[in-house]
């Protein structure tokens, strides 16, 4: 028997080497994991075979798609997760009694990226909005790591600290509208009365949270619309968590639903756009087990999608709108500053200002050709406000049939990036549009413009982004 033994180790072995492929060669195949599709199977010729990365692209290809990898996957995230207390992936940590958080969101703070100030976007990015006549708010999502800070994984002090300090300053911006949609005093008594208001392996909310959103949202629509609708919690699910997915593990989180009891007096069509990201979609748009709001007292109106806008897909939408909801996560908002732009160019194309030009190298231009790569300057008007943010819009002068889009950047006196300021045509003929902070002349920013195209700018036009809408102001064109 001793003697017999002696061979478990080896057989185990055998087996555990062997096992997946026999498997393979019976005919059974592995399905994607780990959010990929597999890895390539390199072409093999008589210089490749020379190359040793090609024996590394082999092992891949074949450990991909052997058979079982999916269960080896999920045995080793569970005792990384449940044993050693770690995270098998980078996109993903995991704090005290199993609370799972995104790596992602202290990226903002640890010094890898460079954004614009998101509460310098998002005050432009409100004068624009109230300028042309909208309505419009923000609402903050919160940090998880902050919200659950007492489970959360340890991080670095000074990275928190940023977290902690942006988050203050974001929430203290959206409070200063006088519609605004502040979020922060109900989820601060939900915390206090409920323990927590992030769902515990998940980057979304609570039903609470949620049902604290969805009613802010829809009393920012019509005043009274959520208790017209009838809100209410329904049945309670085992919602799958998106965190314990990342890591190949299968786990739920209890959840309730929210649902709208009864019909509403329908909004004007297209009167109201939401903009998100999955906060949004699992609170409005595709929530687990209930009906979509967007299917009850939100029929008829749009959302956009955050990520989205940049490239001119929600313009639109946005035209056709009276009242603009902006969410956004803390993850998300050092990005606000890159994704604002092409939405202030659709809130104010109909605004007009105050014609001035342009210089290079110190001399006036009426035109700006694009041949060689230049750094223009504006000649800022006489009676320029600087107290409140302002958009410079420079129009197309001339546009060659076959021309290319073109992107425009713009920096301020210290050469950083102004907010909202990565401004790219959709088409050749739109113009391209500078938003300016409040304190700033017009005079200290550079547009940044590439060369080899045939496009050419004329004159810019200086529009005050004082709040006032088109009915109450005057051209002074």
């Avoid at 003697?3 to 055998?14: G, I, Q």
């Avoid at 614009?116 to 624009?128: F, R, S």
């Avoid at 109230?130 to 489970?151: D, W, Y």
């Avoid at 790569?373 to 546009?399: G, Q, Y």
Wanted: charged content about 20%; some cysteine; overall charge neutral.
């Amino acid at each position: 028997m001793a003697r017999l033994l002696r061979f478990v180790p080896a057989v185990w072995v055998f087996l555990l080497l062997a096992g997946p492929g026999a498997l393979w060669l019976a005919g059974t195949r592995q399905k994607h994991v780990e959010g990929k599709g597999f890895a390539p199977i390199p072409t093999l010729t008589g210089g490749s075979l020379r190359d040793a990365a090609t024996y590394d692209e082999i092992d891949l290809a074949v450990l991909d798609r052997l058979p079982m990898r999916e269960h080896a996957l999920n045995l080793r995230a569970h005792l990384m997760m449940d044993l050693f207390r770690t995270s098998p992936v980078t996109d993903a940590k995991v704090g005290d009694d199993g609370w799972l958080f995104l790596s992602s969101e202290v990226l903002s703070c640890d010094g890898s990226q460079v954004y614009t100030d998101p509460v310098a976007a998002i005050d432009v990015t409100m004068a624009a909005l109230k300028t042309s006549g909208r309505r419009g708010t923000i609402a903050l999502t919160g940090s998880k790591f902050l919200a659950e800070q007492e489970v959360a994984p340890r991080v670095d002090k000074a990275k928190l600290e940023c977290q902690r300090s942006l988050e203050s300053r974001l929430a203290a911006q959206a409070a200063s509208y006088p519609e605004g949609l502040n979020l922060a005093p109900g989820l601060a008594a939900i915390k206090a009365e409920k323990g927590h208001t992030f769902l515990k392996r998940d980057t979304h909310w609570t039903d609470e949270s949620r049902m604290l959103y969805i009613r802010s949202v829809l009393n920012f629509a019509r005043r009274g619309l959520a208790d017209e609708a009838g809100l209410a919690f329904g049945g309670y699910i085992q919602r799958p968590a998106d965190l314990a997915k990342t890591m190949e593990v299968a786990r739920t989180d209890a959840d309730r639903t929210i649902n709208a009891t009864q019909a509403t007096r329908p909004l004007k069509p297209g009167s109201v756009v939401i903009v998100g990201d999955s906060q949004t979609g699992f609170s409005l748009l595709n929530p687990i087990g209930s009906t979509p709001m967007f299917a009850g007292p939100l029929v008829g109106q749009a959302h956009c999608e955050v990520f989205s806008i940049a490239a001119g897909l929600c313009d639109a939408i946005f035209r056709a709108s009276d009242t603009i909801i902006w969410q956004t996560s803390l993850r998300y908002a050092p990005e606000f500053g890159q994704r604002c732009g092409r939405a202030i160019t659709t809130f104010t194309e109909k605004l007009s200002g105050k014609r001035t030009s342009l210089q290079v190298n110190g001399a006036d231009v009426d035109t700006l050709p694009l041949r060689d790569p230049v750094a223009a300057t504006i000649v800022a008007p006489r009676d320029e406000r600087t107290d409140v943010p302002r958009l410079v819009r420079v129009p197309v002068r001339k546009a060659s049939p076959t021309a290319a889009a073109v992107s425009v950047t713009a920096t301020g006196p210290d050469g950083k990036p102004l907010p909202c300021s990565e401004s790219t045509q959709t088409v050749p003929t739109d113009p391209i549009s500078v938003p300016v902070p409040a304190g700033m002349s017009v005079g200290e920013i550079a547009l940044n413009v590439p060369g080899g195209q045939s496009t050419e700018f004329g004159r810019p036009e200086v529009i005050d982004l004082d709040g006032r809408a088109p009915r109450q102001r005057t051209s002074t064109r």
